[in-house]
C-alpha cells in the first residue's frame, strides 16, 4: 500500500509526476490540503448562489427544492461523466458515443422490463454486462487500431457510432417515446422538498458506484495496472502489463458505467432514440469541470451543474438553463483550464 | 492534454452535425412546376417529417392524407374533370425547415396542384415562402403559429384553429367550467415551453384571461429539449398560490409535469394543457395511469360525435393497428379540402385551384363550428377548439356542451 500513498503510479514514473495523467485519475493530486480549499472555494460560491438565489425568488421553498432537485439530477450527471472521464483518462479518447451507449442500455432495460416484468432495478444484470460486452467490442472493433491515430480519427469514429446506434434504435423500436415505471416508487419529504424514491436511489447509485470505482482504481491489482497504463504505456508494457487489455477493459468498465446509470435513470426519463443527446453535452462539461480524467471531480461536477441548472431557472427565468451550464463552463475552461480538481498540464 | 482538444472536438461536432443536418435534394426553380398537370391523375403533395424524431405524427398524418385520397378515387374522383382520380405524392420533411422548403419545390415540380402539411410552424413557415412564390396552394392541417398569416400570404390556407384562437378558448372554457363547478378560477400559474409555440400560447392566454378577470401568474417557462425535471417549477406554482396550473407544452415535457405535480401535490383545482402535446394523447393515459387522471386539454380535436369520424378511424385501426390521432384527420381534411378547390375550379391550373379553395365550404371530420371556409388572411373562420379531460382512462370531450360526450369534472385526484 506504500505507493498509493504518494499518487501511486509515481513510483512507475517518477520523471514526470507533474503531468502524469495517473495523477489525474485520483482525487488528490495536489495533496488534501490545496483540494480542500478549492473545495471550500466551490462550495463559498455555490453557498453565496443559493443566497442571490433566495433574493431572486423571495421563496425559501422555491429555492430549497431547487437545490434539493439539483443535487439528485446531478448525482446521476456525475455518474454519466464518470465513465466518459475514466475512458479519456486512460485512453485519451473523447467518446462522442457515450449518450448514444446510454441509450442503449436504457432500452435494454425497457425491453426486458416490458418482456419478463423484472423490476426495472433488475435490469442492471443485464444491462451492465451488456454494456460492459458492447464496450469491449466497439474497443476492439473500431477503437484500438486508433491508437497513435489523430484525434479526427477518434472523433469521426465515436460521432458516426453514435449516429449509427440511434437511428439504429430508431429503426428497431420506432420514435414514440418509452416509459419505463418504477413500481412501489415513494416520495418523502426533507425539510418541505419533494424527494422521489427513484431520484434518491440514483443518486445513491451514483455516489455507490463512484466509490466501487474509486476503490478499483486505488485498491486492487487492476487499478494499479490501469494507472500504470494512463502514466506511461511504454513502461507499462515493460514491466509485463497488457496495454491493449486494459484499453479494452477500461473502455469496457466506462462503457458500462454508463449502463448502470441508464437503469438508474430509465424510470425519471422519457426514453427515446435520441435522449443521449440530452445527457452528452452535459456530461462533456462536467467531464471538463471535475479535471478531464478524474473520477472524483466527476462527481463533485456532476453535483455543480447539477445545481447550476436549477438555479438558472431561477436566475433567469425564460431562458435555456444550459446557458448557466455554459456561463460557468466558460468561466471554468478561462480561469482553471485543467478543470477544477485537475491538474495544470 | 488540455481542455483545448476537448472544445476543437465539440467544434468538429457541430461542423459535422451541421453537415449531416443538410440532406435533401433541391430541384431549382419552378420551371417544371405545370409538368403533367393537365393530364393522368391530379397530384396532391403531403409534406410530413416521417423520419427523425416526429416519425410517428408524421406517419400519422401522411396515411390520413392517403386515406383521404382513397375515399375521393372511391366516391368517383374529381367530377367536374370528368371523374380524373387523384393521386397523392409525399415528402419527408424529417423534421427540419430546410428539408421541408426543398422537398416542397421537388413535389411542385413533379406537378402537385396543392401541398398539404407540415405538423411543425418552423417548417411550414419555410414551406409557405415556397409555395407563395411558386403560385400553389399550401392548405396547412397542423401549424399552431399564427405568424404565417400575418404576412398577407395569397395562398396559405389552415384547418387547424390557431394559437391565439385555442388561448382564448381555453381562457374562456376555464371561466365558464369553473363557474359551473361553483369555484370560479381566481389566479391561473402558467408553465410553458420556451420556444415560439410554448411563450406564444402563454401571451394569448394571458391577454384573453386578464379580459376575463383572471389573474395570470407566475408564468413559468423551461427548455423542452433538455429538461429532466420539473419538480421546482411545480414547486413555484404551489408557493403562488394558484388555483389552476395551465402547461402547454410537449410530449415527453407534459408526462415530467404530471409526475412533479404528483410528487409535489400543489393546492390546485384543475390542471389545464392548452395547445398541449400529452394531456389529450391516448399514450399520455396509458404511461401515466392514475396521475393523469382528469386532465384537461383545450385543443383541437377529431369529432368524437360524428359518425363518419368515428368510421374513419376505426378503418385506420383495423388498417394500421393503432389509434388514428387529431393530427391524421386534420391531415384527411386538408386534403379533401383541395380536392374541393380543384372540383369547384373545375381545372388544375394552381391559380384557379386557389381562388377554388378560398371559397369552398368542406364538412370537416374535425370539431368545427361549421363547414371549413376560409377568412382573408387564409385562417379556417369556423375552426373550434374543444376541451377534453382525462375521465376513467380514457380522453373525452367535455365542452362546449353539444360536442360533450361527458360533463367536465372540475377537480383533481390528490386533493380529493
Known amino acids: ?80 461523466a464518470m465513465g466518459l472521464t475514466l475512458i ?128 478499483l482504481l486505488r485498491r486492487t491489482r487492476f487499478g494499479t495496472a490501469i494507472r500504470a497504463v494512463a502514466a506511461n504505456g511504454q513502461g507499462a508494457e515493460l514491466v509485463g502489463v497488457n496495454v491493449r487489455r486494459v484499453h479494452t477493459l477500461t473502455f469496457a468498465i466506462g462503457t458500462a458505467c454508463a449502463g448502470a446509470a441508464a437503469v438508474l435513470a430509465a424510470p425519471l426519463v422519457t426514453v427515446t432514440p435520441t435522449l443521449g443527446e440530452q445527457f452528452n453535452i452535459t456530461a462533456f462539461v462536467v467531464v471538463v469541470l471535475g479535471g478531464m480524467g478524474n473520477v472524483a471531480g466527476a462527481l463533485v461536477g456532476g453535483l455543480l451543474i447539477g445545481l447550476v441548472e436549477q438555479l438558472t431557472t431561477i436566475y433567469m427565468d425564460g431562458q435555456s438553463s444550459l446557458l448557466g451550464v455554459f456561463v460557468v463552463f466558460l468561466i471554468v475552461l478561462f480561469l482553471r483550464p485543467q478543470g477544477l480538481f485537475g491538474r495544470r498540464a | 492534454m488540455s481542455a483545448r482538444k476537448l472544445v476543437a472536438g465539440l467544434g468538429a461536432c457541430a461542423v459535422l452535425l451541421a453537415a449531416a443536418g443538410c440532406g435533401g435534394s433541391a430541384p431549382s426553380g419552378a420551371a417544371g412546376a405545370a409538368g403533367g398537370r393537365d393530364t393522368g391523375p391530379v397530384k396532391i403533395g403531403a409534406l410530413h417529417p416521417v423520419s427523425g424524431g416526429l416519425a410517428v405524427d408524421g406517419q400519422q398524418m401522411r396515411r390520413g392524407a392517403r386515406m383521404a385520397v382513397e375515399a375521393i378515387n372511391a366516391a368517383g374522383g374529381i367530377k367536374a374533370l370528368g371523374g380524373r382520380k387523384v393521386e397523392l405524392v409525399t415528402g419527408d420533411t424529417q423534421g427540419k425547415a430546410e428539408v421541408g422548403q426543398s422537398e416542397a419545390q421537388r413535389l411542385i415540380s413533379e406537378g402537385a396542384v396543392g401541398i398539404v402539411g407540415t405538423y411543425q410552424s418552423a417548417v411550414s413557415t419555410n414551406v409557405a415562402v415556397v409555395t407563395e412564390r411558386n403560385e400553389v396552394p399550401f392548405v396547412m392541417d397542423v401549424t399552431a403559429s399564427d405568424e404565417i398569416f400575418a404576412h398577407g400570404y395569397d395562398y396559405s390556407f389552415r384547418v387547424q384553429p390557431g394559437s391565439e384562437v385555442i388561448s382564448a378558448a381555453a381562457a374562456k372554457y376555464l371561466k365558464a367550467v369553473s363557474e359551473e363547478a361553483g369555484e370560479p378560477v381566481k389566479q391561473v400559474a402558467f408553465l410553458h415551453e420556451q420556444s415560439d409555440f410554448g411563450s406564444g400560447a402563454a401571451e394569448a392566454f394571458a391577454a384573453a384571461a386578464g379580459d376575463l378577470g383572471i389573474k395570470v401568474d407566475p408564468v413559468i417557462s423551461y427548455d423542452a429539449a433538455t429538461v429532466s ?14 388555483d389552476v396550473l395551465a402547461i402547454a407544452g410537449y410530449y415527453r415535457d407534459g408526462l415530467l409535469a404530471a409526475k412533479a405535480i404528483n410528487a409535489v401535490k400543489p393546492g390546485l383545482n384543475a390542471v389545464w394543457g392548452v395547445s398541449n402535446g400529452a394531456f389529450d394523447q391516448p399514450k399520455f393515459v396509458a404511461d401515466t395511469g392514475a396521475l393523469g387522471e382528469r386532465y384537461f386539454s383545450t385543443n383541437y380535436h377529431f369529432d368524437a360525435q360524428d359518425p363518419q369520424t368515428r368510421e374513419l378511424r376505426a378503418e385506420y385501426q383495423r388498417r394500421y393497428g393503432a389509434p388514428m390521432r387529431t393530427g391524421a384527420v386534420l391531415a384527411y381534411d386538408a386534403v379533401q379540402t383541395i380536392a374541393a378547390g380543384v372540383e369547384r375550379a373545375g381545372s388544375t391550373d394552381p391559380l384557379e385551384v386557389r381562388d377554388g379553395i378560398a371559397g369552398a365550404e368542406v364538412e370537416p371530420l374535425t370539431v368545427g363550428s361549421g363547414p371549413i371556409s376560409f377568412a382573408p388572411n387564409g385562417d379556417n373562420e369556423n375552426a373550434l377548439p374543444v376541451l377534453m379531460q382525462v375521465q376513467d382512462g380514457k380522453v373525452v370531450q367535455v365542452y362546449p356542451e353539444d360536442k360533450a360526450e361527458a360533463e367536465p369534472n372540475y377537480s383533481v385526484t390528490w386533493r380529493s
Not at chain 1, 490545496?34 to 473545495?39: S, T, V
Not at chain 1, 442500455?105 to 460492459?132: E, K, N, R, S, W
Not at chain 1, 458516426?160 to 415505471?181: D, H, I, Y
Open chain 1, 88 to 215: 479519456f483518462g486512460v485512453l485519451d479518447i473523447v467518446n462522442f458515443a457515450h449518450g448514444a451507449l446510454l441509450a442503449i442500455a436504457m432500452f435494454i432495460a425497457f425491453g426486458v422490463v416490458q418482456g419478463t416484468g423484472l423490476h426495472p432495478y433488475l435490469t442492471l444484470l443485464v444491462a451492465v454486462p451488456a454494456l460492459f460486452l458492447i464496450g469491449a467490442a466497439v474497443h476492439r472493433g473500431l477503437l484500438s487500431g486508433t491508437g497513435g491515430a489523430s484525434l479526427e480519427n477518434q472523433l469521426l469514429i465515436t460521432l458516426g457510432l453514435s449516429l449509427l446506434l440511434e437511428n439504429g434504435l430508431l429503426m428497431f423500436f420506432g420514435a414514440e417515446p418509452k416509459n419505463v415505471s418504477l413500481p412501489g416508487d415513494f416520495q418523502f419529504s426533507l425539510f418541505g422538498a419533494v424527494v422521489a424514491g427513484g431520484r434518491l436511489y440514483a443518486f445513491l447509485g451514483a455516489l455507490l458506484i463512484g466509490a466501487v470505482l474509486f476503490w
Open chain 1, 1 to 80: 500500500m506504500s505507493d498509493t500513498k504518494n499518487g501511486g503510479a509515481a513510483t512507475l514514473d517518477p520523471a514526470t509526476p507533474e503531468s502524469s495523467p495517473a495523477r489525474r485519475l485520483l482525487a488528490a493530486p495536489d495533496g488534501t490540503g490545496a483540494l480542500l480549499r478549492r473545495a471550500g472555494v466551490v462550495g463559498g460560491l455555490a453557498v453565496i448562489a443559493i443566497a442571490v438565489a433566495l433574493l431572486k425568488s423571495g421563496s425559501g421553498l422555491v429555492v430549497w427544492q431547487s437545490v434539493v432537485t439539483g443535487l439528485l439530477m446531478g448525482g446521476l450527471y456525475g455518474l454519466i
Open chain 2, 229 to 242: 425535471d420539473l419538480t421546482a417549477q411545480i414547486t413555484q406554482v404551489k408557493a403562488s398560490g394558484a
